[in-house]
């Protein structure tokens, strides 16, 4: 198949340069021409785990190309549209400037028999909306909503992987269905489950998955405060409830919360859309999940302001991990980054530092002081932070880190630290949810 993706951003460039692995022919479109010149050279713009090789095979193989011309797509037959739908300033809904307009521009050059593939997370009914713009355009090409499912950190393995395959079509669009599985031909053979449903639902499909993720991250996290209160460990409270096979022990990792891209603008978009549909009392509850979400942050100051004696003022904070999640750059709505710049502003002096997330940070909080090395943060440091649990953080001897701090007082802001191998080494070891 000849494809082409419109919106180079995280989504579209991995979907792109997973696409030409598989052997299609791919052509990346992207109004951004630095970003379109960074890719086109093997480079791209984020940190994403195997992105480096994919892309580097794509182009040397002539699979795989970049540009900015919109034109370019009427030589396709299939177009993923995989904008960004980020918050509105000032409002929770999401803003689908970005999607509206890659697809007026993508009508000009769409030709009977073209499909046009969703992939962006859009509040229902988006999809219903922009398959009545296609039709009066060209009647004879078809829309497919089709829902991404990647998690930053994966997202290569979760393309060419997927735990399944939703299409959201209407009526009389078998022929594009066809086609959409010889694309997906390589996953659907391995027995990926395929679920053929209507626009709404492979819409909700998304939005869905993300509010009950993070409803269960924000549940543990309300577990870890009635921990605190009463003294017991939730950590050991995770481990003993997610034995039972109806709840898991994965998302139950209580501490500082998730951020990024996605959780929180997709739920916060969600109760916006419930609300404009007349069903938000369906989604109160997601306020509350918000709200315990943001909580952890302040919580997370708390321990640092306790070890470093009560107060924060002139006290040397080495924060280690700034980016949202481990295996990844990415540092929008990032709990990491969020603390050590409140940290900052009351008072301390904060040198932070991450494997892969400093450049991104510093353009956002360019008044932090940042290094590239755990040696250099925690030099002097009254207290020792760890608010992304990066491998190498994990790995850290408290024993060696114990002869270069002013005083051993460790804060593990996502609870996976050994606290009996730090304590052993003469550290107070503090965490969200544990005595």
Not at 22 to 47: C, Q
Not at 56 to 81: K, P, Q, W, Y
Request: charged share 25%.
């Amino acid at each position: 198949m000849r494809i082409s993706v419109i919106g180079c951003g995280y989504l579209g460039a991995v979907h792109a340069a997973c696409m030409a692995h598989l052997g299609h022919e791919v052509v990346g479109v992207d109004v951004n021409a630095g970003k379109i010149e960074s890719l086109s050279a093997g480079l791209a713009p984020f940190f994403e785990p195997d992105m480096p090789a994919l892309l580097a095979e794509g182009l040397d193989s002539s699979r795989l190309t970049f540009t900015t011309d919109m034109a370019i797509t009427a030589t396709c037959n299939v177009h993923f549209i995989a904008v960004g739908t980020p918050q509105k300033k000032g409002e929770n809904g999401a803003d689908l400037r970005f999607v509206e307009a890659a697809l007026e521009d993508l009508l000009r050059y769409l030709k009977p028999g073209d499909i046009v593939v969703g992939k962006s997370t859009v509040p229902v009914g988006t999809a219903e909306r922009l398959s009545a713009m296609i039709r009066t355009n060209m009647p004879d090409a078809t829309l497919i909503w089709n829902p991404e499912f990647l998690r930053e950190g994966f997202a290569v393995a979760d393309t060419l992987n997927p735990d399944r395959l939703v299409y959201g079509t209407r009526t009389g669009s078998e022929t594009a269905v066809e086609i959409l599985d010889g694309i997906y031909g390589a996953a659907l053979e391995r027995g990926t489950p395929r679920i053929l449903t209507d626009f709404a639902t492979a819409e909700l499909v998304k939005v869905a998955a993300n509010a009950f993720l993070a409803t269960k991250i924000s549940f543990i996290n309300a577990m870890a405060e009635v921990c605190e209160a009463s003294g017991a460990d939730v950590s050991q409270l995770a481990d003993a409830i997610g034995y039972d096979p109806r709840i898991g022990r994965k998302f139950l990792n209580a501490g500082l919360g998730f951020g990024g891209g996605c959780l929180p603008k997709d739920i916060r978009a969600f109760m916006a859309r419930a609300g404009e549909l007349g069903a938000d009392q369906a989604l109160t509850f997601l306020r509350e999940v918000d709200s315990i979400n943001m909580r952890r942050r302040a919580r997370t100051i708390d321990l640092a302001r306790e070890v470093c004696g009560g107060t924060l003022l002139g006290k040397r904070i080495a924060v280690l991990g700034l980016a949202f999640k481990p295996n990844s750059d990415d540092v929008r709505d990032s709990p990491a980054l969020s603390v050590a710049a409140q940290l900052q502003l009351q008072g301390a002096s904060v040198v932070a530092s991450d494997p892969k997330a400093v450049a991104n940070s510093a353009k956002r909080f360019p008044e932090l002081e940042f290094t590239e090395t755990v040696i250099e943060a925690v030099k002097r440091a009254d207290a020792v932070m760890v608010l992304t649990e990066w491998q190498e953080y994990i790995d850290l001897s408290p024993s060696e880190l114990r002869g270069l701090v002013a005083s051993p007082n460790i804060v593990d802001g996502r609870n996976c630290l050994d606290p009996t191998k730090w304590r052993a080494e003469g550290w107070i070891y503090r965490a969200l949810g544990r005595p």
